[in-house]
């Protein structure tokens, strides 16, 4: 569409942002950018970087919102850590978003926000078009809500109106400068208005509008074009990491028979799983906001009793709250799915932030000997599988199960080529049948240690659990030392033995070395494109990325043991370093960290794996 | 009155007390009001007319909550205070279950008074049997929420500087659609009671004034002693008029705005004078003011003082699930995968 006066440069990768004040419409301007991207057939992934506050005030620097997208014509494993396109609505914006602009970056900003009480709300000193502050980037300073005005001006429509859609005129520039086609979008308004087709023209000219002015200005020496990305062929949407963990559930209870409840409380940023799950009650999902964390997760443990598949979703702070009824869940040897999407802690700590350090509060959080499952998911996208199997594991070994996801994977997004139910594996849990004259409540099968899951309303199993020690096999009371022996190591063992159930830990290169990288959960992308780059480079390293934490898979102690040196990656102080080394006491791991609520970037990860190598 | 409750499932076949008797021996103290309590729900679960493998007893922690495991049905002995909370999961996730909730003064109204002021505010069809012996017992004698103000236990040596919540006040505060209250002295209105409340569609509390022979050691003998419990103690009947005293003598009346109690064939006062019971009645004025008298002036007021139809908690889930299987596109999670924006590549 672009008028080829222009050179195109092919781009391999872009990670582009739109940044404005909370009332400039950035998520809905980022996200259709980014479907258009998919549309074209690129990879992405992308992220809201929301305020904290709901209401900050206007044009200052605590009511940015953003909505940055990672997109390539080939895989794309990250949000992105530096933006090549910056569109800054405001000068708010631009100056909390300027640190995260590469050189050489393009900005596109809205000249018409700058004013002198604007600039001094932003806390800029001086006007930063006068003070030399953005001589290293390529500028395109656009009036952009007078020409929004103007381009409504024949349709008489109210200045208001007009000012709101201004998001629109900076979308057309960027639809632009990315070669991009209009139609797609025009659609989106036709769609999404059909109530009120006055908005699907004014939508509709100010698009176009910004495009055609786009065409004209001398800033712009060339448009880019981001080929097709070659994917798996298939049918794909956009996900969100919590939404793909509530259909994973959805999907499982499916695949199962086993009904849907959720027992939940409102907390960043696990909320989404409990409003996601609340709108499909045509599947029959029993979705219980509860009076707070405590009853979510003792109202799941209710539901499990009765053979439901229970879960029960939070953030680090509700965890903590939930530790004393995970104990009751182990005892009582119920399938229960945890779902904790993590934040930054301790406390209330940094709730809109990511962070990867509840790993300790998972393993080992609760009252007495209390192990439970614990998985991590590593994209937002296998959210959903991660969700899938972890209620899978949970029913069918009769245990609690926590999955870890943050809140970085949890409000991403990125592709997800839809599965066809048909294709998931299938889950059986051992429920106990009617009349069984040898059902005992802690009979376990000799293979997996697993008991039966008898269900309250079945002839003949009446029987009584609880969160006394019971005595082995017959399931009464039982204060016997030998018996909670016993039913300690077979509560462990059972766990134990999932691990013949996962797959073995994969790496990702060379199986010896001399440098493995190991990092969980959602610091795949980071990793992963680190290891990557500096394995084209020729650099003898190799990436394993753990999902299965309790228990490791069962190769763990030899993929470990190919390497002459070992770094443990994660955004804590060390927490799965510290339990692989209390599981394989070996002198050569070492570990790299970080806590400050933002993800790894690519090139801190390389900067520590070059100096490991050097090393000597 | 019918059963109304149509979602338990019932059985014709006719049941018995020992088909409720557990093999494990009670190891409640001799003496503990606890056993008579046991007793009666002995008594009453064959006569509700639901299987027997439909009951679910839920408990939290302290003597009373060992209960569940005396009586042969489905049953979770869970933690301290969270008896409401599970047994709202067991309910909800399956509403063909009788769900009875056996708690203590401390586990509901202490550690647990979160879970049971809500419970109560949803109406979630469950029982609840509240063994108020106004002590801990099972921790060896600290006060509890219902302890009277200035009592001397373990932890109040110089008596108790706190004011007891009056748990009929309470459920009705938290718009409670049931309460009753009963002595552990009295089988036969223990039973009646837990019938009633069985009955009742949505939240049922039952207080059992439970004697804790160890620790607080007629702790209810003012009002429901041998003596004294003629003057003190007036036991209600629905469509009856509330009589009390040895010879049915006293009654209550409505003076202006508060209940006061008169002699009948005193200044000119009849029977036809005295309030009739009504526990139907969905305002819960008067009954509210029966929760709360006690002695000296009054009486204590006990069987079913309110049970007022409201919806419940689970019907409503399982209703907004028909509609939401009538009406939505979504039949199944491939209509949800691919429901919205996709596209092919
Ligand atoms: C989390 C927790 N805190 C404290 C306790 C100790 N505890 C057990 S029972 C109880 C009080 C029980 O009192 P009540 O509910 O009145 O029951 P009763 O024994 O009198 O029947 C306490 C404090 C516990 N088990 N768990
Ligand atoms: S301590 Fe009190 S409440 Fe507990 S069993 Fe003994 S008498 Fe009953
Ligand atoms: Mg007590």
Not at chain 1, 97 to 118: R, V
Not at chain 1, 504 to 522: C, H, K, M, R, T
Request: aromatic share 8%.
């Amino acid at each position: 569409m672009a008028k080829k006066k222009r050179p195109v440069i092919e781009r391999e990768e872009v990670v582009v942002k739109f940044v404005g004040d909370s009332g400039d419409g950035m998520q809905l301007t980022g996200s259709m950018f980014s479907d258009v991207a998919a549309l074209v057939g690129n990879d992405l992934a992308t992220f809201p970087d929301f305020p904290a506050e709901i209401r900050a005030p206007q044009n200052t620097v605590a009511g940015v919102s953003g909505f940055q997208v990672h997109m390539g014509s080939s895989k794309i494993f990250t949000t992105g850590d530096l933006v090549d396109v910056l569109v800054a609505m405001n000068p708010a914006s631009l100056k909390s978003n300027l640190k995260w602009a590469k050189k050489g970056a393009t900005i596109l900003t809205d000249t018409d926000a700058y004013d002198e009480k604007t600039i001094e709300k932003a806390g800029y000193k001086n006007n930063p078009f006068t003070d030399n502050s953005l001589d290293s980037f390529n500028m395109i300073k656009a009036p952009i809500t007078t020409l929004t005005k103007e381009s409504l001006k024949d349709l008489g429509v109210d200045n208001k109106i007009a000012e709101r859609s201004k998001n629109m005129f900076a979308l057309g520039m960027l639809y632009y400068i990315f070669n991009r086609d209009l139609k797609p979008s025009f659609k989106y308004f036709e769609d999404k208005f059909k109530k009120k087709p006055e908005l699907i023209q004014i939508n509709k000219i100010v698009l176009q509008a910004g495009y055609n002015y786009a065409d004209t200005i001398e800033a712009l020496e060339s448009v880019i074009q981001v080929s097709p990305a070659n994917m798996q062929k298939g049918r794909y949407r956009n996900i969100t990491g919590n939404v793909a963990t509530a259909w994973g559930l959805l999907a499982a209870a499916e695949k199962s028979g086993r009904p849907l409840f959720l027992g939940s409380y409102p907390i960043t940023p696990a909320t989404e799983i409990l409003m996601e799950l609340a709108k499909h009650k045509s599947l029959g999902a029993k979705v219980f906001q509860a009076e707070d964390e405590i009853a979510g997760i003792c109202s799941a443990i209710g539901a499990a009793f009765t053979g439901s598949l229970a879960c029960t979703t939070t953030s680090g702070p509700g965890l903590s709250l939930k530790s004393e009824a995970i104990g009751l869940a182990v005892i009582t040897e119920l399938p229960l799915v945890i779902v904790n999407v993590q934040r930054g802690g301790p406390s209330t700590g940094l709730p809109t932030k990511s962070e990867q350090s509840d790993l300790y509060q998972a393993l080992f959080g609760r009252n007495g000997e209390c192990p439970v499952i614990v998985i991590a998911a590593s994209t937002s996208e296998n959210c959903f599988y991660y969700a899938y199997e972890i209620a899978k594991l949970s029913m069918e070994h009769m245990t609690p199960a926590i999955l870890l996801t943050d809140g970085y994977l949890g409000f991403g997004s990125t592709l997800f080529r839809i599965p066809k139910m048909a294709d998931m594996p299938e889950i059986n849990p051992p429920i106990a049948e009617a009349n069984d004259p040898d059902y005992k409540p802690y009979k376990r099968d000799p293979e997996t240690l697993v008991r039966q899951w008898a269900l309250p309303g079945t002839e003949g199993l009446r029987h009584r659990i609880g969160g006394l020690e019971k005595e082995n096999i017959i399931g009464t009371v039982s204060t016997d030392p030998m018996n909670h022996q016993i039913m300690t190591n077979n509560r462990a063992q059972k766990v134990e033995l999932v691990a013949n159930f996962i797959p073995e830990q994969e790496i990702e290169g060379p199986a010896e070395g001399d440098l493995l990288v190991v990092s969980w959960g959602g610091t795949y992308g980071a990793v992963h494109s680190a290891v990557s780059q500096m394995q084209k480079e020729g650099k003898n390293v190799s990436h394993a990325h753990f999902h299965y934490i309790m228990p490791l898979p069962k190769n763990t102690d030899k993929v470990l043991k190919g390497f002459k040196k070992i770094v443990v990656c994660e955004l804590n102080s060390g927490q799965f370093v510290n339990y692989l080394r209390m599981k394989f006491p070996m002198p050569n791991i070492s570990q790299f960290n970080k806590v400050q609520g933002l993800p790894f970037m690519i090139n801190e990860l390389t900067d520590k794996f070059n100096q490991l190598l050097e090393e000597k | 009155m019918e059963f109304v409750n149509m979602t338990v499932e019932r059985t014709n076949v006719q049941l018995s007390k020992a088909d409720f008797e557990s093999d494990q021996m009670v190891k409640w103290c001799p003496g503990c009001g606890g056993h008579a309590i046991l007793a009666a729900v002995e008594r009453v679960f064959p006569k509700i007319g639901y299987r027997k493998e439909n009951f679910c007893m839920v408990s939290g922690i302290g003597c009373s909550s060992r209960f569940p495991y005396y009586v042969n049905t489905y049953g979770i002995h869970g933690i301290h205070g969270r008896a409401a909370a599970i047994s709202t999961g067991v309910k909800i996730a399956n509403p063909r279950l009788s769900v009875w909730t056996v708690t203590g003064d401390g586990d509901s109204l202490a550690i647990g008074g979160n879970h049971f002021i809500h419970v109560i505010r949803r109406n979630v069809d469950i029982n609840i049997l509240l063994f108020n012996n106004q002590i801990y017992g099972l921790t060896k004698g600290q006060f509890s929420p219902t302890t009277p103000m200035g009592k001397v236990t373990k932890t109040s040596p110089m008596g108790t500087i706190e004011h007891p919540f009056n748990i009929g006040e309470l459920v009705m505060g938290a718009q409670g659609t049931f309460f009753a209250r009963v002595p552990d002295n009295n089988i036969t209105l223990m039973t009646e009671c837990m019938f009633e409340a069985a009955k009742h569609d949505g939240t049922s509390v039952t207080e059992i004034m439970e004697n804790c022979i160890i620790f607080a050691d007629k702790a209810h003998a003012p009002v429901t002693g041998k003596e004294v419990k003629d003057e003190n103690m007036l036991i209600l009947k629905n469509g009856a008029p509330m009589v009390f005293g040895k010879n049915n003598d006293k009654g209550l009346i409505l003076k202006d705005t508060m209940l006061e109690v008169a002699e009948i064939g005193k200044n000119g006062i009849t029977v036809d004078d005295i309030l009739v019971h009504d526990q139907y009645n969905q305002d819960p004025g008067i009954q509210l003011m029966l929760a709360k008298l006690a002695p000296p002036h009054f009486p204590m007021v006990f069987g079913v003082i309110r049970s007022a139809m409201y919806p419940t908690y689970d019907d409503l889930v399982e209703e907004q699930i028909k509609y939401a299987k009538e009406t939505s596109k979504i039949k199944n999670v491939d209509d949800l995968l691919n429901s919205g924006d996709t596209w092919e590549i």
